[in-house]
């Protein structure tokens, strides 16, 4: 099921990550704590040209974003929370001139972390990589109010 | 040239210029290299297209992570005596601090070298090498 409210939510919020936008980042579906967004295939970000395969570094700032907006769609106020850890394990090259999405879902929210899982994969629905992330939650009160209403589409 | 003879000419000139045009994504991001003697210094100059969280600003932790990564990457083709392709099996990022609208650096240090994997540890930081913004740990696969 996908919910139109998280996406549009997720959607302004990765929209003013500037490295998001120039990686024409978006949102594929979203839904109750769960996510999913594609990155577009781009020759800026290739790693070998001989393959033209892209970057892993591009694929783990696909899984940072999308472990780091999930939880947009688990919370009922938007709050900043900054990456703790990664760890990413490269299953097999993404193949070259198609998109790749990741998947991320949380697996638990205490007062103080977010413990996510994600899943980075094409569309024949073969792996690319896995990342496990941890997320500091900050609150919201760190979170300037117009910035959060904006996330959340409140009108000034 | 090859990717083999482009690095010859790197580790004999000590000149990067040609070996970061090779990868795209390095020249995306915006990574130089520096060589001291035998000690390679990784650089990530300041890029607005670079930044994530705008309210700090900060520079996007994923970007953090591409940055050590190709830095690990071409650190291990440099230590090789012979041409080996490392192709990049795992990677473990800690975020220690943000990272500020500013110039970054790291550096690697390869842990253990076996016949097939090698284990590079990376430590990025801002202001002074003895506050890093992020500390991690690869694991990369040796091809001939």
């Known amino acids: ?156 | 040239m090859t990717t083999a003879d482009i690095l010859r000419e790197t580790q004999q000139t000590g000149d990067f210029t040609r070996l970061l045009e090779s990868i795209p994504y390095a020249g995306y991001i915006g990574l130089q290299c520096d060589r001291f003697g035998d000690d390679l210094i990784f650089r990530l100059p300041r890029k607005d297209s670079n930044l994530g969280n705008p309210m700090l600003p900060a520079i996007h932790g994923g970007v953090i992570g591409g940055f050590m990564e190709v830095s690990a990457a071409i650190y291990l083709m440099m230590s090789q005596d012979t041409f080996r392709m490392p192709k990049i099996v795992d990677f473990s990022l800690d975020y220690l601090r943000a990272g500020l609208d500013r110039e970054t650096y790291a550096e690697c240090h390869l842990t253990r070298q076996g016949n097939r994997v090698a284990n590079v540890m990376i430590s990025a930081w801002q202001k002074s090498r003895n506050e890093p913004i992020a500390t991690a740990r690869a694991h990369f696969l040796l091809e001939k």
């Open chain 1, 1 to 156: 099921m996908t919910d139109k409210v998280l996406m549009d939510r997720v959607d302004r919020f990765i929209n003013i990550l500037n490295q998001a936008r120039d990686l024409g980042l978006t949102v594929a579906d979203a839904d109750a704590g769960q996510l999913t967004l594609c990155l577009p295939y781009s020759e800026k970000i290739i790693g070998n040209p001989e393959t033209g395969v892209i970057h892993g570094g591009a694929i783990t700032t696909l899984m940072d974003t999308t472990s780091g907006s999930v939880m947009i769609c688990a919370l009922d106020e938007f709050e900043l929370c900054p990456t703790l850890d990664l760890r990413v394990d490269y299953m097999r090259p993404a193949e070259p001139g198609k998109p790749v999405y990741a998947r991320a879902e949380i697996r638990k929210m205490t007062r103080n972390i977010v413990f996510t899982r994600c899943e980075a994969f094409q569309d024949d629905g073969e792996i690319v990589a896995t990342c496990v992330g941890t997320f500091m939650r900050i609150g919201k009160d760190a979170t300037p109010k117009a910035y959060r209403d904006m996330i959340m589409g409140v009108d000034q």
